[in-house]
């Protein structure tokens, strides 16, 4: 019973560690950029690193597709609309002089639910073109 459940939500699972590794890259990075740039710079500078590391585990790991042009594009672009939920999601939270390190952590769970239901459905939603394995 624990086998199958682990293999219905193995996806999911697999998701939830990197999506978890993406989380700690980002706050690790934004943590060490912040002290010494602003706030909104050190998010964004750290959002875009932890996108690009996003990309590669998502990318060989979690949906076990290729490298392409297209994924790529398509993975990027959806991150950079939610850049704009991320840095307004900080800026909202840090006005309202909400601890940085927990503001941080909410906002990327949002993020981090919106980024998995944009993977799983407009960008690696072709499971007939890759070979699962």
């Known amino acids: 019973m624990i086998k199958s459940l682990l293999k219905k939500y193995e996806e999911l699972l697999r998701y939830v560690f990197w999506g978890v590794m993406t989380v700690l890259v980002n706050t690790a990075l934004y943590l060490g950029f912040s002290s010494v740039m602003g706030d909104l710079s050190a998010n964004t500078l750290a959002f875009f690193l932890a996108v690009q590391f996003a990309y590669m585990s998502n990318t060989k790991f979690v949906f076990r597709d290729k490298f392409t042009k297209k994924n790529f594009l ?11 939920i991320d840095n307004g999601g900080m800026w909202l939270l840090l006005s309202m002089d909400c601890n940085r390190l927990l503001a941080k952590c909410l906002i990327n769970a949002i993020v981090i639910v919106l980024n998995y239901i944009f993977s799983k459905f407009f960008i690696y939603n072709n499971r007939n073109s890759r070979e699962e394995k």
Do not use: D, L
Not at 74 to 84: A, E, L, N, P, Y
């Open 74 to 84: 398509q993975f990027w672009g959806m991150r950079i609309g939610t850049i704009f």
